[in-house]
């Protein structure tokens, strides 16, 4: 049986990180990342936005070059899914039968895309949106599809319709919520971005519960509602989300559900054993100590490199404050912190002149802000939400008031 001192499983973003950081610090020993795709750890966000567009060949999207692994001695199990772990062993299985012994083992295997469970579901032109091979599989059949229907209003979903749009393709978004964006940001965000995407010719069907993928010759045909009605399409995008991969680690013992949970340094409940990424569930200083997935590269990394920190005896706690980006048609949308929880949302700016901001605060303290093409207001809403600054409603909701003037020290809360 092979073994490596430190086993990573899962090649995206926190694996990627987790080796490069625990070489960095001067770790010495074997290191094996294990990946269920055949590909070297590469970029995922562009895979709805530059790569599907066709503005990126996938090498550029590798994290690092080939060379760069084998320099450093960092070894890789390709095209491998882990079904077992043995914690009393310290060993792995393969769905293979594989089997691969391990000092510790950080767990990096992020999630997979909830399916559709209606009928019709299985049907080919039904596609997800997780790795490469998922987008090549739209890329092949984009030629031949007019009418895209795209299921579910968040992130991925609207970034793959502004993509599809831009393509000139008819596109026809399914949002069950009443809004879009509804899990992760306030009202006017939403409202902005459906005005937007209706502007560029998607319609949008909010509040739609999707009953059946019609099917024609064992193809999609269209999406059939719950109140009968009918869209044609050629081609169906689902992006409704995604289950943690964590069955492993709990049939071990480890503590969880939705996802695995894990300590301040990204320790679980079983021995020698991390866990990072969107499959870690860990209490949150700006969820409000909530217990919480985080599904960004910024949270992938970020762990990683306090778990090797923990590896290499100097322990850090994770603390970050958590920040995400979406782009959409020539729309830079960066947020900061988590607006989860909210009791109050400034508008800051004018959406019209599409450049604005919006700031969230629990209890008079910001807690998050959604900044569209407004960079400035971006960089300087960290030092607000780290600080959970209380500064006046009318001057978080003045442009012409820098926000990198409102610190704890002038902070004076709004009635």
Avoid at 396 to 415: C, E, F, I, R
């Amino acid at each position: 049986m092979e073994h490596a001192e430190v086993v990573i499983v899962g090649a995206g973003h926190g694996g990627a990180q987790a080796a490069i950081a625990l070489r960095q610090g001067g770790f010495a020993g074997s290191v094996l990342i294990v990946g269920d795709e055949p590909e070297l750890p590469y970029e995922r966000p562009p895979l709805s936005k530059d790569y599907l567009a066709g503005d990126k060949g996938f090498e550029r999207l590798l994290i690092r070059k080939p060379d760069f692994w084998t320099e450093r001695g960092i070894d890789f199990a390709l095209g491998e899914r882990v079904t077992a772990v043995d914690a009393a062993a310290h060993r792995l299985t393969c769905e293979s039968g594989r089997a691969i012994g391990y000092g510790q083992l950080i767990w990096a295997a992020g999630g997979t895309p909830r399916r559709l469970t209606c009928a019709g579901a299985g049907a080919g032109g039904v596609h997800y949106v997780r790795a490469r091979a998922d987008i090549d599989g739209v890329i092949a059949e984009l030629g031949t599809a007019q009418t895209v229907a795209v299921i579910g209003g968040g992130y991925i979903g609207l970034e793959a319709a502004a993509v599809l749009a831009k393509l000139g393709k008819s596109v026809v978004l399914f949002e069950a919520g009443e809004r879009v964006l509804a899990r992760v940001a306030g009202a006017a965000l939403s409202r902005f971005f459906e005005e937007e995407h209706r502007a560029h010719g998607v319609v949008l069907h909010l509040g739609a519960s999707v009953a059946a993928i019609e099917v024609a010759d064992g193809r999609a045909a269209g999406v059939r509602l719950a109140d009968g009605g009918m869209i044609a399409a050629e081609l169906v995008i689902v992006g409704i989300g995604i289950i943690p991969n964590v069955e492993p680690l709990l049939a071990a013992g480890a503590e969880g559900g939705n996802g695995v949970r894990v300590d301040a340094h990204c320790r679980t409940t079983v021995s020698d054993v991390f866990a990072i990424g969107d499959c870690a569930l860990h209490a949150n200083p700006y969820a409000d100590g909530a217990e919480i997935r985080l599904e960004s590269v910024q949270n992938a990394n970020d762990q990683a490199s306090s778990v090797a920190r923990a590896i290499l005896g100097t322990p850090t706690p994770y603390d970050a404050v958590p920040w995400f980006w979406s782009n959409q048609y020539d729309l830079k949308l960066q947020t900061i912190g988590l607006s989860t929880g909210h009791d109050e949302a400034i508008v800051r700016g004018d959406p019209a002149a599409r450049s604005f901001s919006v700031i969230y605060r629990r209890d008079g303290a910001v807690i998050a802000l959604d900044c569209v093409n407004a960079v400035k207001d971006y960089v300087a809403g960290r030092a607000l939400v780290a600080g959970a600054v209380r500064a006046d409603a009318a001057a978080l909701a003045d442009p012409s008031v820098p926000l990198k003037s409102l610190n704890a020290d002038q902070a004076g809360v709004s009635a």
